[in-house]
């Protein structure tokens, strides 16, 4: 069926780095964008970034543009989010999600359960 | 960035009666790029609405979205015990995507 699986998630010092993955299956991944989403403790949901389906062009929050970088490797259905010099206020679970379309300019359709990351010294 | 405002931030609706959510963006949103999500606690947010007013598949006719411009509403119809979540606009007509801020619908 249909899924997406993240992991990398775990407990990590603030300023140091943290790389999450997200294995798909049961879809054609390298015709999709693909989204990161994380969500804080009792919060809402934020946007974090998208990578297009043949990861040709990304996009980022404000908050996290210069320390996180979204990739994708279509040969091995797996996205990426690497995290750099992570602050406390990136404690979330982070969602990878599938848009609709390539282009990432549709919803999210298809979500996976999420990995917790916690940065805490 | 396009702010999305929901309202209101929680509602207790009788069970079989109607709930309404309301999201206002802070510019107009184009090509009806406007989705609705659930999500019920522990678990993932799952689409229910694109496109402002199209039922994602699987999605029980009950819910259903409505809007044009800045003003976007998410009807359920008549409640029923597993629509107990929150609910979630987020347009996406322009990068950064964004999400209202959910809106908790409980059983009164």
């Known amino acids: 069926q249909v899924q997406l699986v993240e992991s990398g998630g775990g407990v990590v010092q603030p300023g140091r780095s943290l790389r999450l993955s997200c294995a798909a299956s049961g879809f054609i991944f390298s015709s999709f964008g693909v989204h990161w989403v994380r969500q804080a403790p009792g919060k809402g949901l934020e946007w974090v970034a998208v990578?297009?389906?043949?990861?040709?062009?990304?996009f980022y929050a404000d908050s996290v543009k210069g320390r996180f970088t979204i990739s994708r490797d279509n040969s091995e259905n797996t996205l990426f989010l690497q995290m750099n010099s992570l602050r406390a206020e990136d404690t979330a679970v982070y969602y990878c999600?599938?848009?609709?379309?390539?282009?990432?300019?549709?919803?999210?359709?298809?979500w996976g359960q999420g990995t917790t990351v916690t940065v805490s010294s | 960035d396009i702010v999305m405002t929901q309202s209101p931030d929680s509602l207790a609706v009788s069970l079989g009666e109607r709930a309404t959510i309301n999201c206002k963006s802070s510019?107009?949103?184009?090509?009806?790029?406007l989705a609705w999500y659930q999500q019920k606690p522990g678990l993932p947010p799952k689409l229910l609405i694109y496109r402002t007013s199209t039922r994602e598949s699987g999605v029980p006719h009950r819910f259903s979205g409505s809007g044009s411009g800045t003003d976007f509403t998410l009807t359920i119809s008549s409640l029923q015990a597993e629509d107990v979540a929150v609910y979630y606009c987020?347009?996406?007509?322009?990068?950064?995507?964004?999400f209202g801020q959910g809106t908790k619908v409980e059983i009164k």
């Open positions: 990578i297009w389906y043949d990861g040709s062009t990304k």
């Open positions: 510019q107009s949103i184009l090509y009806s790029s």
């Open positions: 999600a599938r848009d609709q379309l390539g282009d990432g300019l549709g919803g999210m359709d298809v």
């Open positions: 987020q347009q996406y007509f322009s990068t950064p995507r964004t």
